[in-house]
């Protein structure tokens, strides 16, 4: 049996959003970060700026390594204003203590010997348009440290015949005080399997659980250009919504949507991308340039936090409803025929080495039942995480062996699925 192609559930993390294409020119000193309050004040603010010279018909994706003042606290708010032709900005948490040798200096998110990207560990705060805010409610806000290290990263698509000076600057208020009786969470959901072939209108979809009861302060869509419409939707352990709570039909600058709306443990949050490439001639595919490839995603903020795993949409039982092609779309078990015959060098494109969904892969997720995902991401992960080595370097029976002593259940749900 030969090895599928890897199959990475953290594949969610890499919503690291979207392009690589250099083609800046950072100006000095590129970035730079101040900090300002009065004496004896619990709030502070921290301001971060970017400076940059984008090409014509230039795509940059370019980052920088910054610090939070020497106090612990929560973030409690954001503001940020930017340049005409900017994608987003987002100011990332990271596993970082120090700034490493030269990261404070702005450069290629993924190009060259840096590994902006691989830090990151959540978000604290973002926008997708020329200026936006966002405030907390009273006792909510986001936990940071004394010295925190961020990442902030801005995108830019240069579309026209002329340079373009292109210039970020975000603020972020810190409560040091002791009032905040709710640390905040970022929900930053990311569909790693889209097609949309040439000639052709098409969606991609996903939904992931919400382990415990949370209220939703806000919500945001996240696509580019093929992009033409967007919709989010809750569903009840036993009941899918028809009526989204949110919807959008702009991928450059989409609503950021505030509310105040309870979540009930064990709501599953759907949200689906429709597209429309109609005169296109391409074939576009989940990835990270605006240009080349397209996005799914769902953004929201929200109170109490659920950690990390949640917050990619990886809480168990995991992501599901990945397929698109309804009642006539492959079963789990057809699925997984389907990804075992994809070229096992095939690759998405990503320079960040954190997507490793192919496009053959995409297409035979995409191409399933709504249902087939449900059986087969828990075979994948066991196949993955149990019986890799012994599928990829002996022989077929020890293969068959392996998963029928350490993924049984997982494979019989997913050999016994239908579409309904």
């Known amino acids: 049996m030969r090895i599928f192609p890897a199959f990475v559930l953290g594949v969610l993390l ?69 340049t005409a032709g900017s994608h987003h900005l987002l100011v ?33 705060y973002g926008g997708q348009t020329p200026t936006g805010s966002e405030q907390f409610p009273a006792g909510v806000g986001v936990q940071t440290t004394a010295n925190q290290v961020l990442l902030f990263q801005v995108h830019y698509l240069n579309a026209t015949s002329a340079d373009l000076a292109a210039k970020v600057d975000v603020k ?13 969470g970022i929900l930053f959901l990311y569909d790693p399997f889209i097609d949309v072939p040439p000639g052709a209108k098409a969606q991609a979809q996903m939904r992931v659980n919400i382990p415990r009861d949370v209220t939703l302060l806000s919500a945001t869509s996240h696509y580019h250009a093929r992009g033409v419409g967007y919709a989010a939707y809750l569903d009840t352990p036993t009941k899918m919504a028809t009526s989204p709570f949110y919807t959008s039909a702009s991928w450059n600058s989409p609503e950021i949507v505030s509310m105040s709306m309870p979540i009930a443990a064990g709501t599953k949050l759907r949200f689906e991308c429709d597209y429309d490439n109609s005169s296109g001639t391409a074939e576009y595919f989940q990835g990270q340039s605006a240009q080349t490839n397209e996005m799914c995603m769902f953004i929201g903020a929200y109170y109490p936090d659920m950690g990390e795993l949640a917050n990619y949409g990886e809480a168990s039982p995991g ?102």
């Not at 997984?336 to 997720?365: T, W």
């Open 92 to 124: 990332y948490t990271t596993d970082l203590t120090s700034v490493p040798a030269g990261g404070n200096q702005v450069q290629d998110c993924y190009e060259g010997s840096g590994s902006f990207m691989s830090h990151v560990r959540g978000v604290l």
């Open 172 to 184: 972020l208020t810190l409560d040091s005080g002791t009032d905040i009786v709710n640390n905040a």
């Open 319 to 420: 992501p599901d409803m990945f397929g698109t092609a309804g009642a006539s779309g492959t079963n789990c078990n057809d699925t997984l025929k389907c990804i075992e015959a994809c070229p096992a060098a095939a690759s998405s494109g990503s320079s960040a080495g954190l997507v490793d969904a192919s496009p053959c892969m995409q297409k035979c997720m995409v191409g399933s039942c709504t249902t087939a995902t449900t059986p087969l991401l828990p075979f994948l992960e066991c196949y993955q995480n149990s019986c890799t080595s012994k599928c990829s370097s002996t022989t077929s029976s020890d293969c068959m062996t392996c998963i029928a002593t350490s993924c049984a259940s997982q494979y019989e749900a997913c050999s016994t699925h239908t579409c309904n």
């Open 14 to 82: 890499a919503a690291a959003a979207c392009s690589s294409s250099s083609g800046s020119t950072p100006t000095s000193p590129g970035g730079t970060s101040s900090s300002n309050a009065p004496p004896g004040s619990k709030l502070q603010t921290v301001e971060f700026k970017m400076d940059a010279t984008v090409g014509a018909g230039k795509e940059i994706f370019d980052c920088q390594f910054v610090t939070l003042p020497n106090i612990a606290g929560w973030m409690v708010s954001g503001e940020h204003t930017y």
